[in-house]
């Protein structure tokens, strides 16, 4: 089952797919079922790898190495650790939250659009398990044709624009990516002989400073567009306006959190010392990511982009985690990763919720909702909170871990980062106050019905994930900090290695010079 189990995860949805395909178009109820009971026992699946997971343990589990194309050296290779595993179980956990949300949402094309679904989340959990460069290539690109549809078909007014501009930055950056991802092949063969992909392998390749600049920033550049960072930003608020719920809660929870594990998993052990050289570069970007989204999201008058731009702010707080290099930032911009999917996942289903009922997402079209929707108007205010970062909630812990390894770093990164957290307040209070409260001044909010059963089971778990993570968060800690420790002994190690590499290079080369 060890061996298997990620392969059942990452295309366990095919399955559903070639169920879905011999289904009628017309059957509308069976099209739902069929998709949310097979992402629904993929999430239950996926809790066999939580429970077997060996927390002290900081190499791949659950790992699989079989033999694909023989003579390019490409393998089928599996396996997930510290970093990759809560990434998996949050894909799994939102998918069919947002399958569900979907139910009432989509009336035009409805077999296309949960086929698409599913189909993403196979590119998703592949991602997140691959071990092969060639392997992680496919599924990356592979999760971009599903999105595509999903926006460009069931996504708003501006829905074409949006779509073409999604996939205009990120195969731009992809296209670098696979270049790099090239060069290392050929390097590996030039060193060693053989011709592989395997990620493992590469990472003990001696790669020359001046080569590995170039490579460094071929990766990040991809990564730093997925995330998206400042200013690579642009397309980020438009794909989540235009795209239908459930879309922005996949973009939103798992798709940006592909840029930022591309940075632990690929840009950290492959070229530590261009990554650490390039520290202050990456840190002043993801601040001015905080205090430019925070900024921002206050002057928005539409719910949907004030979440969207709200995202940029707290993305830059994992990525400022990251570029920290030590034990805490590292930690908590992965727990970060996982709170953000929770919290701005549930905001956006929040979001849709309230659209399927007013058919609009201005904030002045609003004010007085919780007096017609109480229980609406609970769950809204425990999810901003939680994104805001209060105490006992998710957001808090993250944020507080990210800040304190950002001190033990640089103490200035750390005051300037804060602001984010203050204007953070003001922005998601603000526009909950606007919305929630206040006089009915609408005729259309006094008809409002509160949420029905169905969105409240969307909800509930996203709420109990908000606190459990917020009051007891040493079952994450646990299982991510071995793999972060070993990451950067490592990255450290193998930093040192080649600066002393790069020097006897250099004192060879004046010696033949000397001589000549």
Known sequence: MDSSILTILAFFPLLGILILLVVDKDRLGAIKTIAFVTSLLIALISLYIYFNFKPDAPGMQFSINKTWILSLGINYHLGIDGISLFLVLLTTFLTPLAILSSWSAITDKVKGYYISMLFLETGMIGVFVSLDLFLFYVFWELMLIPM????????????????????????????????????????????????????????????????????????????????????????????????????????????????????????????????????????????????????????????????????????GFVMLGIFALNIQGIEGGILQMINHGISTGA?????????????????????????????????????????????????????????????????????????????????????????????IIHPENEKLRDLNLREKLILIPLIIAIFWIGIYPTQFFTRIEPTVKSLIENAKMKYEKNKLLDESLKVDSRQIKQIE
């Open 148 to 315: 595509y549809f999903l926006i460009g078909i069931w996504g708003g007014p501006r829905r074409i624009y949006a779509t073409v501009k999604f996939v205009l930055f990120t195969m731009t950056g992809s296209l670098l990516m696979l270049v790099a991802i090239l060069v290392l092949y050929f390097m590996n063969h030039n060193l060693s002989g053989t011709y592989t992909f395997n990620l493992l392998e590469i990472n003990k390749l001696p790669i020359p400073l001046g080569t590995q600049f170039w490579l460094f920033f071929a990766f990040a550049l991809a990564f730093a567009i997925k995330v998206p960072m400042f200013p690579f930003h642009t397309w980020l608020p438009d794909a989540h306006v235009e795209a239908p719920t459930a879309g922005s809660v996949i973009l939103a929870g798992v798709l940006l959190k592909m840029g930022t594990y591309g940075f632990l998993r690929f840009c950290l052990p492959l070229f530590p010392n261009a990554f650490i050289d390039y520290t202050w570069l990456f840190s002043i970007l993801a601040i001015i990511g905080i205090v430019y989204g925070a900024i921002v999201s206050i002057r928005q008058v539409d719910v949907k982009s004030l979440v969207a731009f709200s995202s940029v702010s707290h993305l």
């Open 347 to 439: 905001l956006f289903l929040i979001v849709g919720m309230i659209y399927e009922r007013r058919h609009t997402r201005l904030i002045e079209d609003f004010g007085g909702v919780s007096k017609k929707m109480p229980v609406f108007a609970a769950f809204f205010l425990i999810v901003a909170l939680s994104s805001i970062g209060l105490p006992g909630t998710n957001g808090f812990v993250g944020e507080f871990t990210i800040l304190l390894g950002t001190f033990k770093s640089n103490v200035a990164y750390a005051v300037i980062a804060s602001l984010g957290i203050i204007l953070a307040a003001v922005y998601m209070l603000w526009m909950y106050q606007r919305t929630m409260f206040g006089k």
